[in-house]
């Protein structure tokens, strides 16, 4: 593949991209076109991104389309990522969740990649209600979402090598929740039973998701444009059950995007809390000095 791209080809990717999943490219970033790229241009034996775009042109409903996506989405993450989210969930929400009696439980991993969000959160309520037994309802249903077809095939399997399974994961988890199948290993049944996957572009609507409790959207709105992000959050509030939580990523903040929640500060880490007529949000039981950290 030619790495050189012409500042119209770049431009007109750029459009493309935001088009099609609302990922925005700043300027200067042809290497990393090219640098996604490559595999499937060699594939296609296509010479150029300027070309790449002519095919897209000629043939919207080729799947072609849907390829592109799959190679320019960033598919990093490794398990319980940040930690804070997870002790988060555990420690505060889920107590919290456990006062109001429900009869079951949803969360949505908006961007689940390659499975480890989605199935660290069901880790952590099996580690929750082995810890607290009989004060939470067993009925929990995590939905995955991604962009990628083919992060979604590697999520339903819940297979990982040795390496995925050394990011973030400790040995005693490891043990505990996986299951050896010679060079690699599976996640167990009990985890992998609460998590379902489904294909989903976050431009489109969430409305068939349903209602949740708690959303982690996160990593994901930093590559939107302000407007999306504001689009974004607006219809992820409309998924929330009342007083229900939001995680996004630690770079990422609700600042300036929606007025709907309430900040919740809890050791270091932030969760938003879906506002609600004449509700307050959850005061965290800690000394008041770490409640002040961010």
């Known amino acids: 593949m030619n790495q050189s791209i012409t500042a119209r080809d770049y431009d007109s990717f750029r459009a493309f991209l935001e088009e099609a999943c609302g990922i925005v490219l700043g300027d200067n970033k042809q290497y990393l076109v090219a640098s996604r790229l490559n595999r499937l241009l060699k594939e296609l034996d296509v010479s150029a991104v300027g070309e790449l775009i002519e095919q897209l042109k000629k043939q919207p409903r080729s799947g072609l389309r849907e390829r592109v996506i799959d190679a320019m989405t960033t598919n990093e993450t490794f398990w319980f990522r940040d930690n804070h989210p997870y002790e988060l969930l555990k420690d505060l929400i889920l107590p919290e969740l456990a006062k109001k009696k429900p009869t079951q439980l949803k969360i949505w991993s908006a961007a689940s990649s390659s499975g480890q969000e989605p199935y660290s959160i069901s880790m952590i309520f099996q580690e929750y209600l082995k810890s607290h037994p009989g004060s939470l309802t067993d009925r929990l249903q995590i939905v995955g979402t991604d962009i990628s077809p083919t992060m979604l095939e590697m999520c339903r399997s819940g297979v990982y090598d040795a390496l995925a399974l050394s990011r973030g994961l400790s040995p005693e988890r490891k043990k505990r929740f996986f299951q050896q199948e010679g060079d690699l290993w599976r996640v167990k049944d ?71 929640f309430d900040t919740v500060r809890h050791k270091g880490g932030i969760v938003y809390q879906l506002k609600s007529p004449g509700s307050s949000p959850v005061t965290p039981r800690f000394p008041r000095a770490a409640a002040q950290r961010s």
Do not use: H, W
Not at 197 to 206: D, G, I, P, V
């Open 190 to 260: 009990e985890v992998r039973n609460r998590v379902r996957f489904a294909e989903l572009n976050l431009m489109n609507s969430y409305v068939s998701l349903g209602k949740f409790d708690i959303v982690f959207c996160r990593n994901v709105l930093i590559y939107f444009s302000s407007e999306l992000k504001r689009d974004i959050l607006r219809r992820i509030s409309q998924t929330l059950a009342p007083g229900g939580y939001l995680f996004l990523g630690s770079t990422e903040t609700i600042a300036s995007y929606s007025d709907d």
